[in-house]
């Protein structure tokens, strides 16, 4: 079954550069979406369609896919933007989550 | 402004089976290319997609709870409805309806609703 792997926790600190990284065989194949969680909230999505912000989303916020690889980049992040981050895509006409990641701004 | 509102027990018994409805306001299930999908979150786990339903009628399930899952939508009333058979304390989680836009994304997502299996 199509399984999508994300490292279960990124570090960075304020001001620099978060990538978060999204494994799956051939994901660069569909497109990916991430959506970000804070505790005891329900997901926001992020980026769609790989690279898609929706309105309202900071231009921090980019995504990319390509191969067997999609990456998640913060740049500039705040401490706001601490959170778990969720990739997801598409296997056939299932929906398939990875593992999440939580990011820690320290 | 879609909103989306899960409501269904917050309690159920081992074997049982769970019933949970998603209100939702803002968009036509009837609009082509639009869907609303559960997806549930253990405690401290991650998200588990479970079932999707499209504005034809179309349906999908997660493969691994194919058989428990039954998922159908009352255009008329903005609903869909969600049962899982056989609940296990496994099955233990906050469950979220979410929309699902044609941008293929899940895009606004309800607040969620937690669901204990205890007996």
């Known amino acids: 079954s199509f399984e999508l792997t994300q490292p279960p926790s990124v570090s960075v600190s304020p001001g620099q550069t978060a990538s978060i990284t999204c494994f799956g065989d051939?994901?660069?194949?569909?497109?990916a979406c991430w959506y970000q969680q804070k505790p005891g909230q329900s997901p926001v999505l992020v980026i769609y369609q790989d690279s898609k912000r929706p309105s309202g989303i900071p231009e921090r916020f980019s995504g990319s896919n390509s191969g067997n690889t999609a990456t998640l980049t913060i740049s500039g992040t705040q401490a706001m933007d601490e959170a778990d981050y969720y990739c997801q895509a598409w296997d056939s006409s299932s929906v398939v989550f990875g593992g999440g990641t939580k990011l820690t701004v320290l | 402004q879609i909103t989306l509102k899960e409501s269904g027990p917050t309690l159920v018994k081992p074997t049982q089976t769970l019933t949970l409805t998603c209100n939702f306001s803002g968009f036509s299930l009837s609009t082509s290319g639009v869907g609303v999908g559960w997806i549930r979150q253990p405690p401290g786990k991650a998200l588990e997609w479970l079932a999707l339903i499209y504005w034809d009628g179309d349906k999908r399930n997660s493969p691994s709870l194919r058989n428990r899952l039954t998922i159908t939508k009352d255009t008329s009333k903005n609903q869909v409805v969600l049962t899982l058979t056989n609940m296990d304390p496994v099955d233990t989680a906050t469950y979220y309806c979410a929309h699902r836009g044609k941008n293929a994304a899940f895009d606004i997502w309800g607040q969620g609703t937690m669901v204990t299996v205890s007996s």
């Open positions: 051939k994901l660069g194949d569909n497109y």
